[in-house]
């Protein structure tokens, strides 16, 4: 399913930010389709770990993936660069993952994610989605759903998509002491669910 960009990705650079960003947005509307190759390298790990981090199941986490980037694809013409791409992107995934879980919840045996968008453009490579989806059916992942959002969130793309603090604070438009704060104060609740030895860094 996940094909039609196999050879794009590994060989598109990394997005640059502010107008960099958004003049390749623009480039990709305007009939570029090639190059969004380079958001899909760039935002993986953060996708998979914003949805993970929103208690959906392992199995759904790279289907959902690919549905935040088919969004994203889809409303290119309207990023107005106002927000940093990485933040924007974190929204599609938040709403992607919610409306998935409230579906579910709502209506079991639901259409399947491939039936809830037409898809144009397919993300080849979400390898960075498995780590994130293992923690689901860990005492681990059971122990991060009993977490704040904010502190969820930010522990999951710190631990599962490896991603900097300064990568968090971007994402989650928080400020670098705040993204600390959280993950600080969510390892501490970790702490008394799970063996503190887990959290060793």
């Known amino acids: 399913m996940l094909t039609r960009i196999n050879t794009w990705l590994g060989m598109a650079p990394k997005v640059e930010t502010g107008t960099d960003e958004l003049a390749l947005c623009r480039r990709i509307a305007a009939g570029e389709s090639h190059l969004f ?9 953060l996708v998979a770990g914003v949805i993970s981090a929103q208690g959906v199941e392992a199995s759904d986490v790279e289907d959902l993936a690919q549905l935040t980037f088919v969004n994203a694809y889809k409303g290119l013409g309207g990023f107005r660069g106002e927000a940093k791409l990485s933040s924007w992107i974190y929204r ?37 989605s498995a780590s994130a ?48 704060t959280h993950i600080r104060r969510g390892k501490l609740r970790l702490a008394e669910i799970l063996d503190p030895a887990l959290l060793d860094e």
């Open 133 to 180: 989806g293992h923690a689901q059916n860990t005492d681990l992942g059971r122990a991060l759903k009993r977490l704040p959002e904010l502190q969820r969130v930010a522990l999951c793309l710190y631990y599962f998509e490896e991603l900097s603090y300064e990568e968090i604070a971007e994402a989650m438009q928080l400020n670098l002491n705040t993204v600390r």
């Open 37 to 45: 190759a380079r958001i899909v390298d760039s935002y993986s790990s």
């Open 92 to 128: 599609i995934a938040i709403n992607v993952a919610r409306q998935h879980l409230k579906r579910k919840a709502s209506r079991p045996g639901s259409a399947s994610i491939e039936e809830q968008a037409e898809v144009g453009v397919q993300p080849q490579d979400l390898r960075q």
